[in-house]
């Protein structure tokens, strides 16, 4: 078949672009314009030459697709491109005509290598011809900064492949370059064959006699989760940005509705520390309460009191604890009509997330990262009990959902290395990007005994623009092209069929432009594409055996979590499991503490470590404010008359929860305080306690009395003292003997003598 255009482009080198126009009965503006593919750009340079990042696309419009009827070429009917076309100049532009090109038919890209090499072409170069048959588009004026949409159709008998199909038995699948080409005119620009501006995709062909391609598509659910200091979830109103209908998150979860998604089974990757965090949202992010949680024993008449303190009496000038919010996780459907009337639009959204997660999760396969997806790598180097406390912590909105996910270490990058490999547990799904291996390998690879299932990293990277790429769209014809150049034929009828592809693993981009489930999902065919679940579509996968070796560490070193932001981890759930033990009444807390402190060693936090660090040094000090409610005051001084000898302390508990604690005391040689068994407090009240002292010298001794938990932890609240003894030896108690005999000695004489002499008288 000789295409029309082809026709043209020899009538115009011998006849002229204005004769040719003619001859064809076509109208001047679009026989000019179709003169050349791409006649004022370079061709495709080679391998070599795109090495370096493609130069940024200075064309004067910017164009963009935003649907196209037919995911993949189609052996018939026509194909319909959507968009809008953007005047970035400071001109204004008439006459736009908008073309569809076509890449090589004879030439098809065949492989993943391809592929990736075409994101490297520059976006000026020649990579297909234009397409004059069919409806091309037209915008008739475009002020600068003005956007307009077209439509430009063309049919599938344009594009030329019987040379393809007959030199392959119409067996092989492959991609083409495909997009539109805008040319238009200005003040300055008159109308010729260059090319004013272009969108460029992938549009795979795939014959009919294909064994279907074994796919999944994970999608990750992850955020930077931080709190405020009292507890509640910082930045509402961006949490509420990324929840709303639009937001991110709530398109990805939206991926998963039956009428927009087209029934295609996702494989969701989860923090179960972002689904906590949605939830307390969700429940009005209320802050870190320490009221009772636990239904509290019954109260005697006269509150008991250790046998050596004083009785317990209130604290004057003190109010009665208020009403708090409940800190727990709603689960979807928990709130009245009431309360969703009084509700901010971020809990509101919260909730309709929820809603819209619980569908989601039905049926489909969950994978779990650690709590607060926890940068795994950092924490095998600077704590790895950090690491065992991710992976034991449980998700309360999980659990009310009834979702029992797979333990999972996946990083952002798809970067794993030997270490983290090693501290996966048996059953535990690992992820890592084929970016990081040294040759190409199969759906799922063995290393040091754990399975790996390789993921795409082309199929992230999206279409090659010019622009941004990762569009519903781009990002789908990407996938789509992936998939396509790992399809395998089917073999003659009698014969057996021929090996299934590698399946192929695709965790979607965090940050993309999404659009609508319907966009990314629209035309796609399932007769030669089998989406299915992680588990299943790895399941029958051709396994490899790989080394240490075989891994390719990142060309820059990438940027781990620091030490200092695990310490501060360690030191506000060390604080929040003290706060639990003194409370009497709640047992929450301390948990609530470790879920938040987890989430401050995400990945998503690599780049905002000072930020993690000041929030979590502000949620200390909450707690520390909380426990320097319980005070101990202790007297300027006290003498032992002995070697031993009690004295009275004073313990004040200033907050509305009832506490328990002890007493301990630190002193130098010499001089011991007998420990104090554990005291109650109720809320905003003192008591005395009587403590015991033994010495062995008779110098002065300083003492710190320190309040602790029951568990013998200081919280905080000490004081200190001067302790001295008056010791008296066994030689003094003989002279005052002495003394005393001899003043009775000579009392008895002188009264002898006055009676003698009173005689003689």
Do not use: C
């Not at 109010?319 to 009509?337: F, K, L, R, T």
């Not at 070796?549 to 940027?559: F, I, Q």
């Amino acid at each position: 078949m000789v295409r029309p255009r082809r026709f043209l482009d020899a009538l115009t080198r011998h006849t002229g672009p204005a004769t040719a126009a003619l001859a064809l009965g076509l109208p001047l503006t679009l026989a000019l314009p179709g003169a050349a593919a791409d006649a004022a750009t370079p061709p495709i340079p080679t391998a070599a030459a795109t090495a370096a990042a493609p130069a940024p696309d200075t064309a004067p419009l910017r164009v963009r697709i935003a649907s196209l009827s037919k995911a993949t070429l189609p052996a018939r009917g026509t194909i319909t491109i959507r968009g809008t076309v953007t005047n970035r100049s400071d001109e204004t532009w008439t006459t736009i005509n908008l073309y569809t090109f076509v890449g090589d038919e004879l030439d098809p890209m065949s492989s993943s290598a391809e592929l990736a090499e075409a994101m490297d072409v520059p976006f000026d170069a020649q990579v297909g011809e234009r397409v004059l048959e069919g409806d091309p588009g037209l915008v008739e004026i475009l002020e600068p900064g003005e956007t307009a949409p077209y439509v430009v159709t063309v049919p599938t008998s344009a594009f030329d492949f019987t040379e393809v199909a007959a030199r392959n038995d119409g067996d092989t699948a492959g991609v083409y370059w495909f997009g539109v080409h805008a040319l238009g005119q200005s003040a300055s620009t008159p109308r010729d064959d260059f090319t004013d501006g272009r969108a460029r995709t992938f549009l795979p062909f795939v014959p009919r006699r294909t064994e279907p391609v074994p796919a999944t598509l994970v999608v990750p659910l992850t955020r930077a989760v931080l709190y405020d200091a009292d507890g509640s979830l910082a930045d509402e109103d961006g949490w509420e940005r990324v929840l709303r209908p639009g937001g991110r998150l709530r398109d990805l979860v939206d991926l998963a509705d039956p009428a927009d998604g087209a029934g295609v089974p996702l494989t969701w990757l989860v923090d179960p520390a972002l689904l906590d965090a949605i939830g307390r949202l969700a429940a009005g992010n209320a802050p870190r309460s320490l009221e009772p949680t636990r239904a509290r024993d019954a109260e005697p008449a006269a509150e008991a009191v250790p046998s050596d303190a004083t009785t317990t009496d209130p604290v004057p000038g003190t109010a009665s604890p208020g009403d708090e919010e409940s800190d727990q996780p709603v689960a979807p459907g928990a709130e009245d009509a009431q309360d969703a009337q009084e509700a901010t639009p971020a809990v509101r959204a919260a909730r309709a997330w929820l809603a819209a997660a619980e569908g989601a999760f039905t049926g489909a396969e969950v994978l779990t990262l650690p709590y607060g997806n926890l940068d795994v790598g950092a924490a095998l180097s600077a704590s790895p009990a950090l690491l065992d406390l991710a992976r034991s912590q449980q998700s309360a909105v999980l659990e009310a959902l009834g979702v029992d996910g797979r333990p999972t270490l996946a990083s952002p990058d798809g970067y794993v290395d030997q270490a983290e490999v090693g501290a996966a547990r048996p059953g535990d799904a690992l992820l890592v990007s084929d970016r990081y291996l040294q040759a190409p390998a199969p759906g799922v690879v063995r290393l040091d005994g754990h399975e790996l299932v390789v993921t795409s990293d082309g199929a992230t990277q999206g279409s090659p623009g010019p622009g941004r790429s990762l569009t519903a769209v781009g990002l789908r014809q990407r996938l789509l092209a992936e998939a396509a150049v790992r399809a395998r034929p089917v073999r003659e009828a009698g014969s057996p069929l021929s090996p299934a592809g590698q399946p192929l693993t695709v965790v979607l981009p965090t940050e993309w432009d999404l659009g609508t489930a319907e966009e990314f999902f629209d035309e796609i065919e399932p007769s030669w594409i089998s989406f299915t679940g992680l588990s299943s579509a790895t399941s029958s996968a051709t396994t490899g055996v790989i080394s240490a070796a075989d891994l390719v560490e990142p060309e820059a070193t990438k940027r781990r979590l620091q030490p200092e932001t695990f310490a501060a981890v360690r030191s506000l759930i060390d604080t929040g499991d003290t706060l639990q033990r003194v409370l009497v009444d709640n047992s929450t807390v301390g948990a609530r503490v470790t879920e938040e402190a987890l989430s401050a060693i995400s990945y998503s936090l690599r780049g905002r470590q000072k930020v993690a660090r000041t929030a979590l040094s502000l949620a200390r000090g909450w707690l520390d404010a909380r426990l320097s409610g319980i005070e101990i005051i202790a007297s300027s001084g006290v003498t032992l008359s002995g070697d031993s000898g009690t004295f009275v302390v004073t313990l004040r508990n200033t907050l509305d929860e009832r506490v328990a604690v002890s007493i301990a005391a630190l002193t130098d040689q010499g001089l011991v305080v007998d420990p104090v068994e554990t005291l109650e407090l109720g809320p905003q009240s003192r008591t005395s306690v009587l403590l015991n002292a033994t010495t062995t010298t008779s110098r002065v001794h300083n003492v710190t009395l320190m309040v602790t938990d029951v568990d013998g932890d200081p919280i905080g609240a000490s004081d200190q003292l001067p302790i001295r003894s008056v010791l008296v030896s066994d030689v003094i108690w003989v002279i005052i003997g002495v003394g005393v005999g001899t003043l009775f000695l000579a009392i008895a004489l002188r009264l002898r003598r006055r009676i003698m002499r009173s005689r003689r008288a």
